[in-house]
C-alpha cells in the first residue's frame, strides 16, 4: 500500500468512539502503521482551539464562531498531522471529521449542511475520508452513558438539551444519505464486544480492497 488510508468515525455524544478506535488501533498497528487521532485537537493549534470550544464556561459562543473554529482546527490537523501520515503510507484512524460539522452545527445549529460543507470544503481543500464509520445509537443511551462515565471528558455540547441531541441524530441521517458510497452504519447499542467486531469488520473489507 503506496498511499495510506484515512477512516474517519462518526456518531452522537456517547457512541463509544473513543473505546473502539483505541481497540482497533491495537489490532491492526500488529500489521501496518496506525495513526490515531482526533477532532478537534491531535496537534498543538488544534488543541488549544479545542479547548475554547468546548469549554463549558463559552456558552455565549455563537453557532457561526463555532463553526469556523472547527473548521479552523480541523485545516491545521489535516496539513499537519493526516496528510503527512497518510504520504507515508500509514493507516489513520479520527474520531470525528466533516461530518460532525454538518450534523451539529449545519443541521442542529441550523447554520445549514450545505452552507457549512462550504466551509469545510474550503478548509480542507475538497480532502475526504476514505471511509467512514458511523456509531448509531440514541440520543437517551448516549446522555445516559456520558452521565455513568465519571472519566470521560465533560465539554460544552453535554450541556445542551435532549431537543439540541435529537437534531444532531437527524443531521446524521441526512449526512448518510448524502455520501452512501463512503459512510456505513454500525449498531452502537449493540454490547461493546459486538460493536467492536462489527467495525473491525468493516475496516478489514476496506483494506481488502487496497493491500
Known amino acids: 500500500m503506496q498511499n495510506g488510508l484515512f477512516i474517519t468515525f462518526e456518531g452522537p455524544e456517547g457512541a463509544g468512539k473513543t473505546t473502539i478506535i483505541k481497540q482497533i488501533e491495537q489490532e491492526v498497528s500488529k500489521r501496518m502503521q496506525v495513526l490515531c487521532t482526533r477532532e478537534p485537537g ?24 463555532e463553526a469556523l473554529l472547527y473548521a479552523a482546527a480541523r485545516r491545521q ?3 499537519e498531522k493526516v496528510i503527512p501520515a497518510i504520504e507515508k503510507g500509514k493507516l489513520v484512524l479520527c474520531d470525528r ?6 450534523a451539529y452545527q449545519g ?3 441550523g447554520l445549514g449542511i450545505e452552507e457549512v460543507y462550504s466551509i469545510n470544503r474550503f478548509a480542507t481543500e475538497d480532502r475526504m475520508p476514505d471511509l467512514t464509520v458511523y456509531f448509531d ?8 452513558r ?3 462515565n465519571e472519566q470521560r ?50 475496516i478489514e473489507r476496506k483494506l481488502g480492497e487496497i493491500i
Open 97 to 102: 471529521f466533516i461530518d460532525s460539522s454538518l
Open 107 to 109: 443541521y442542529a445549529r
Open 42 to 65: 491531535g496537534i498543538d493549534i488544534a488543541e488549544q482551539i479545542r479547548s475554547v470550544i468546548l469549554n463549558p464556561e463559552n456558552t455565549k459562543m455563537d453557532g457561526r464562531t
Open 146 to 148: 456520558i452521565e455513568d
Open 153 to 202: 471528558e465533560k465539554n460544552r455540547l453535554d450541556l445542551e438539551k435532549m431537543e439540541f441531541h435529537k437534531k444532531v441524530q437527524e443531521g446524521y441521517k441526512r449526512v448518510l444519505s448524502m455520501f452512501p458510497d463512503r459512510m456505513v452504519v454500525v449498531n452502537a447499542e449493540q454490547p461493546i464486544e459486538k460493536v467492536y467486531q462489527d467495525v473491525l469488520a468493516v
Open 137 to 144: 445509537l440514541s440520543p437517551e443511551v448516549g446522555l445516559s
Open 77 to 79: 490537523h489535516l496539513v
